[in-house]
């Protein structure tokens, strides 16, 4: 079994690639194939963003591994203007539900509850097969809310850090 514990830069080779979807990606812990079949442990530092479609892997024995996202059963969604895509990304966001932000759409994985409220907003929903990539979130690590007076949970969010101020 191909062991890998580790993210590393991306480099112009690479000695296998795994194909995964969305949720596989998001795991920390994870038993999958190469593309080639080959039988792979991932064991990566739990409390990190989930894999992307490019991000590089450093397996034990030294080989880099290409991550790439596998085409998803998604919902397209666009909308007649940005006021009601907004609304729309509202809606969707209200049910915490994972989403991938284009200029002019949102994606998400395919549910015919969410299909049925996107088309009672108003929304034109298309059913697409595609690698799905959603937003990670804001305040990174695990999904909290604060309860007062539980103290493993009270903490100040921690924002992601997007530019270096000089």
Not at 29 to 47: I, M, P, Q, S, Y
Not at 76 to 97: D, K, M, Q
Not at 110 to 130: F, R, T
Request: negative net charge; proline residues 4%; aromatic residues 8%.
């Amino acid at each position: 079994m191909l062991m890998i514990r580790q993210r590393t830069a991306a480099r112009p080779a690479w000695d296998a690639e795994l194909e995964l979807t969305y949720e596989a990606r998001s795991k920390s812990r994870l038993r999958c194939f190469t593309t080639a079949g080959e039988d792979v442990g991932l064991f990566l530092e739990r409390g990190q963003p989930p894999l992307a479609d490019g991000d590089f892997l450093q397996a034990d024995d030294g080989r880099l591994v290409r991550v790439r996202a596998r085409p998803e059963k998604l919902l397209h969604v666009t909308c007649a203007s940005a006021l009601e895509l907004t609304r729309a990304a509202y809606h969707l966001g209200n049910r915490h539900v994972a989403l991938q932000i284009g200029d002019g759409w949102l994606r998400l994985l395919d549910d015919y509850v969410l299909k049925d409220m996107l088309l009672q907003l108003g929304a034109h929903v298309e059913a697409i097969e595609a690698p799905f990539q959603p937003e990670h979130g804001a305040y990174g690590g695990g999904h909290h809310h604060s309860h007062a007076g539980e103290a493993e949970f009270s903490y100040a969010p921690k924002l992601h850090q997007f530019g270096v101020r000089k």
